[in-house]
């Protein structure tokens, strides 16, 4: 994860984006799944963590990261896109629809975050 900025501001904006990216990781190792992170790199930042802070490392780190879901179980599969730098409460940019239950404790955080801003 990245240094907090010294600009006010922009400080406030991560303090966000961490939160929310911190909430869907931690309800998707509650939920069963492993994770990956793909941050554009040629490989895989991070590879089947079972951890928070395993995750969460691997994290926040460029403009932009895809954290996949797996349970090898199952096949089971979903995936978020995360994109760093708007407004903070819209850091989730997309995901794949099989994942909203996993997603809802994140998406409500980043809706309380967007209303405080209005």
């Known amino acids: 994860m990245y240094k907090l900025s010294d600009d006010k501001e922009i400080a406030k904006r991560q303090r966000i984006e961490r939160a929310i990216v911190r909430r869907t990781v931690k ?3 509650a939920a069963g799944y492993t994770l990956d992170v793909d941050d554009g790199g040629e490989d895989l930042a991070v590879e089947g963590a ?3 802070k395993a ?3 691997a994290l926040l780190n460029t403009d932009e990261d895809y954290l996949i879901l797996r ?3 199952s096949g089971a599969k979903g995936w978020v896109r995360f994109v760093y730098g708007n407004d903070g409460w ?3 940019c997309d995901y794949s629809v099989n994942i909203e239950d996993v ?3 994140a998406n409500a955080l980043a809706e309380r975050y967007e209303e405080r801003a209005a």
């Open 27 to 29: 309800d998707a190792l």
């Open 50 to 52: 079972k951890t928070l």
């Open 55 to 57: 995750t969460l490392d």
């Open 71 to 73: 349970r090898l179980e």
């Open 90 to 92: 819209d850091v989730i």
């Open 103 to 105: 997603l809802a404790g």
